[in-house]
């Protein structure tokens, strides 16, 4: 394929500096000319840069300039063709703008240069800026992108299959609150299968990419492994799959690791705030020993679900001296530590800002012993800021909800137990969804309602924390047993 360059457009999002970057990028279109137009042909029908479409020829992509004013990302759809018996082509696009969007997703360039490869055979697209930067599938002409009030698409459903769980976990379902007496959902007020899957295939239409069963734990919902399957088979508008995730507290992953993964399920999240037997059954308000969570981790890795994340909440007096042990168990197994900061979630955990041990604490500290090095998201919106080994020996993740807000780059939405929607971790009121499904309502209403109660999502508690006025502890934030984690 040749890329070639095309008149610039009046104006430049990087004046003069993106000129030059183009008349270099140029020069080297002209070589890989030579290079690659033996091996593949592409057609493009069309680059947009904010308002204006760029046409390209029969040989090559057209590049244009962007400006910094532009009111949309800049989109592009591919029509591609391929001489036969052809397997080492290779694609090259250079955009000189603020911004590309694919699949849906914004990928910064921070240097004002996007360039695009992408091989024969693969679905994905790749964004180098002296580094990749994020992946995705090329969009589809005529599809639109579902944002919320502050401009986010919405890309991923947590749903909680059950408000019920075998742990009391001191930051979640406090054994003081939720004991013998505790009054949780009835078995007809919880959303069926067929329900979680009918909502479920609406927002994958509208933009959802992946989906995580959560709970409570979702491994106590009857037959889980039945929803797994109806879920797994749901694809995008472009005929790829979604991806199918559970978080887990890993006490029954030992006998059931194997039946989950060939349900369908793709991704794995298992919470352990301690190795040591005393803090671990401090932590979960049970007597479950902590080794049948790590039993059921290596059974997951045995079953091929990998990479494995371990989610561990720290809170300060309680199990902040288990984060060296916990780091130099999970060193050099796959497995991706992630700490979390200790939330204001719900109303019933006894939050305390002193008890949030910061996550620029936890680097340091593993720091000390492991000497670190920050490194880029896997995909634009991940929540987890992420650290590698200097010495190779793995990766440690730090979500940082407390000191750090991420609310900008939010992308979930959650489904309760009962069938109502929340944009928010922190969320006070769900929108319900229950009744319409019962009363009959058509998959048109059910869609132009959810896409309703996203587009005026404007939900941002951790950003707004600290200007909060004194009372809002009063607030009855809804629980994160009933929403998931």
Same mark, same amino acid.
């Given at each position: 394929?040749? *890329?070639?360059r095309s008149s610039p457009s009046p104006a430049c999002g990087r004046g003069g500096a993106g000129r030059c970057i183009l008349d270099v990028f140029s020069s080297l279109s002209r070589l890989l000319e030579r290079v690659f137009y033996a091996f593949?042909?592409?057609?493009?029908?069309?680059? #947009? %840069?904010?308002?204006?479409?760029?046409?390209?020829?029969?040989?090559?992509? #057209?590049?244009?300039?962007?400006?910094?004013?532009?009111?949309? *990302?800049?989109?592009?759809?591919?029509?591609?063709?391929?001489?036969?018996?052809?397997?080492?082509?290779?694609?090259?696009?250079?955009? +000189?703008?603020?911004?590309?969007?694919?699949?849906?997703?914004?990928?910064?360039?921070?240097?004002?240069?996007?360039?695009?490869?992408?091989?024969?055979?693969?679905?994905?697209?790749?964004?180098?800026?002296?580094?990749?930067?994020?992946?995705?599938?090329?969009?589809?002409?005529?599809?639109?992108?579902?944002?919320?009030?502050?401009?986010?698409?919405? #890309?991923?459903?947590?749903?909680?299959?059950?408000?019920?769980?075998?742990?009391?976990?001191?930051?979640?379902?406090?054994?003081?609150?939720?004991?013998?007496? %505790?009054?949780?959902?009835?078995?007809?007020?919880?959303?069926?299968?067929?329900?979680?899957?009918?909502?479920?295939?609406?927002? +994958?239409?509208?933009?959802?990419?992946?989906?995580?069963?959560?709970?409570?734990? @979702?491994?106590?919902?009857?037959? =889980?492994?039945?929803?797994?399957?109806?879920?797994?088979?749901?694809?995008?508008?472009?005929?790829? &799959?979604?991806?199918?995730?559970?978080?887990?507290?890993?006490?029954?992953?030992?006998?059931?690791?194997?039946?989950?993964?060939?349900?369908?399920?793709?991704?794995?999240?298992?919470?352990?705030?301690?190795?040591?037997?005393?803090?671990?059954?401090?932590?979960?308000?049970?007597?479950?020993?902590?080794?049948?969570?790590?039993?059921? =981790?290596?059974?997951?890795?045995?079953?091929?679900?990998? &990479?494995?994340?371990?989610? !561990?909440?720290?809170?300060?007096?309680?199990?902040?001296?288990?984060?060296?042990?916990?780091?130099?168990?999970?060193?050099?197994?796959?497995?991706?530590?992630?700490?979390?900061?200790?939330?204001?979630?719900?109303? !019933?955990?006894?939050?305390?800002?002193?008890?949030?041990?910061?996550?620029?604490?936890?680097?340091?500290?593993?720091?000390?012993?492991?000497?670190?090095? &920050?490194?880029?998201?896997?995909? @634009?919106?991940? +929540?987890?800021?992420?650290?590698?080994?200097?010495?190779?020996?793995?990766? =440690?993740?730090?979500?940082?909800?407390?000191?750090? @807000? %991420?609310?900008?780059?939010?992308?979930?939405?959650?489904?309760?137990?009962?069938?109502?929607?929340?944009?928010?971790? %922190?969320?006070?009121?769900?929108?319900?969804?229950?009744?319409?499904?019962?009363?009959?309502?058509?998959?048109?209403?059910?869609?132009?309602?959810?896409?309703?109660?996203?587009?005026?999502?404007?939900?941002?508690?951790?950003?707004?924390?600290?200007?909060? &006025?004194?009372?809002?502890?009063?607030?009855?934030?809804?629980?994160?047993?009933?929403?998931?984690?």
């Amino acid at each position: 394929m040749v *890329p070639h360059r095309s008149s610039p457009s009046p104006a430049c999002g990087r004046g003069g500096a993106g000129r030059c970057i183009l008349d270099v990028f140029s020069s080297l279109s002209r070589l890989l000319e030579r290079v690659f137009y033996a091996f593949a042909s592409c057609v493009c029908e069309d680059v #947009r %840069f904010g308002v204006k479409k760029y046409l390209s020829g029969a040989n090559g992509v #057209r590049m244009a300039s962007a400006s910094s004013n532009a009111p949309q *990302p800049p989109t592009f759809r591919l029509r591609k063709t391929y001489p036969k018996d052809s397997r080492k082509c290779l694609y090259i696009f250079i955009f +000189v703008c603020d911004n590309v969007r694919l699949d849906e997703k914004k990928y910064l360039s921070s240097s004002g240069v996007a360039i695009i490869t992408m091989s024969v055979g693969m679905e994905n697209v790749v964004i180098h800026t002296g580094e990749v930067v994020g992946a995705g599938r090329c969009p589809r002409a005529g599809e639109s992108v579902l944002t919320d009030a502050l401009s986010r698409p919405l #890309r991923d459903l947590r749903i909680s299959v059950t408000d019920r769980c075998n742990l009391r976990c001191s930051y979640c379902m406090p054994q003081d609150v939720y004991g013998k007496n %505790f009054s949780f959902l009835p078995q007809n007020e919880l959303l069926s299968f067929e329900e979680i899957h009918r909502l479920s295939r609406l927002l +994958v239409g509208l933009g959802v990419r992946k989906i995580r069963l959560t709970g409570g734990e @979702p491994m106590l919902r009857h037959r =889980i492994e039945r929803l797994i399957e109806k879920l797994a088979l749901l694809e995008d508008p472009a005929g790829q &799959p979604i991806e199918m995730a559970m978080t887990t507290n890993g006490t029954m992953l030992t006998s059931r690791a194997q039946t989950l993964k060939d349900a369908g399920l793709s991704r794995l999240t298992v919470s352990v705030d301690a190795l040591s037997e005393t803090t671990f059954r401090r932590m979960t308000g049970a007597k479950i020993s902590v080794g049948q969570v790590l039993e059921g =981790i290596a059974a997951a890795q045995a079953a091929g679900l990998a &990479p494995i994340k371990v989610n !561990t909440v720290i809170r300060r007096g309680i199990n902040e001296d288990e984060i060296i042990p916990l780091v130099s168990y999970f060193r050099n197994t796959g497995v991706v530590l992630r700490f979390v900061e200790f939330m204001d979630v719900g109303t !019933t955990n006894h939050w305390k800002l002193d008890e949030v041990v910061p996550s620029r604490e936890i680097v340091a500290r593993v720091d000390s012993v492991y000497p670190l090095t &920050p490194f880029a998201a896997n995909y @634009p919106g991940e +929540v987890a800021r992420r650290w590698k080994f200097v010495d190779g020996a793995g990766e =440690i993740g730090t979500i940082t909800s407390v000191t750090r @807000p %991420f609310c900008r780059e939010c992308t979930r939405l959650r489904l309760s137990t009962d069938g109502k929607l929340y944009g928010c971790l %922190f969320a006070e009121n769900g929108e319900e969804l229950r009744a319409a499904l019962r009363e009959g309502a058509s998959d048109l209403a059910l869609r132009q309602r959810i896409s309703g109660i996203w587009q005026k999502r404007d939900d941002r508690y951790s950003e707004l924390r600290d200007a909060l &006025p004194s009372d809002e502890g009063e607030r009855r934030k809804i629980e994160m047993s009933y929403i998931g984690g």
